[in-house]
C-alpha cells in the first residue's frame, strides 16, 4: 500500500515515475530536502492543502537533483547494509525517510487524493 500511495501521489501530479520518486516526509523534513533539491526540481503537497491534519507532506523529486552521498538525517530504513568499515545507503526513497515511515498517513492522503480528483478540491474544505 504504501508504494501504491507513492503511485497514486505521481498520478494526481501528472508526473512521471521514471524521473521522479515520492517521499513522504513531515513539514520539517520535506523543508530541509526541498532546499537540498532547489527550486524546479520538486513539487510538494500537503496534507493540510486538504483541510487533514494529517502532519505529512509527500514531496514529488526529480530522481536526478537527489542528493547523493550520506542523507541529512539517518535511521531506521535509510541504510542496506552497516559493516565495521562501510555503510551501504538505501536508494531513493527509503535514503530520505529515516525512521518509523507513516504509513497510515500516507495511505490516508493518497485516498484524499483519490477523493478530490473525483469530487474536486472542495472534497475537505470545512463548511461554515
Same mark, same amino acid.
Given at each position: ?30 523543508e530541509i530536502l ?21 502532519? +505529512?507532506?509527500?514531496?514529488? &523529486?526529480?530522481? %536526478? @537533483? =537527489?542528493?547523493?552521498?550520506?542523507? #541529512?538525517?539517518? !535511521? ?26 507513516? +504509513?497510515?498517513?500516507?495511505? &490516508?492522503?493518497? %485516498? @484524499? =487524493?483519490?477523493?478530490?480528483?473525483? #469530487?474536486?478540491? !472542495? ?6
Amino acid at each position: 500500500m504504501f508504494e501504491h500511495a507513492r503511485a497514486i501521489v505521481l498520478e494526481y501530479l501528472g508526473l512521471d515515475a521514471r524521473k521522479y520518486t515520492v517521499i513522504f516526509c513531515s513539514p520539517h523534513r520535506a523543508e530541509i530536502l526541498t532546499q537540498l533539491l532547489g527550486p524546479g526540481r520538486f513539487r510538494v503537497l500537503s496534507s493540510e492543502d486538504f483541510h487533514l491534519p494529517l502532519g +505529512i507532506r509527500a514531496v514529488a &523529486a526529480e530522481k %536526478r @537533483a =537527489l542528493p547523493s552521498g550520506v542523507p #541529512f538525517q539517518t !535511521g531506521g530504513g535509510t541504510v542496506k547494509i552497516v559493516s565495521p568499515d562501510s555503510v551501504l545507503w538505501a536508494d531513493a526513497p527509503d535514503k530520505f525517510e529515516a525512521g518509523t515511515p507513516m +504509513i497510515i498517513n500516507a495511505i &490516508a492522503l493518497a %485516498r @484524499a =487524493l483519490q477523493l478530490v480528483k473525483s #469530487f474536486g478540491p !472542495g472534497a475537505f474544505a470545512p463548511e461554515y
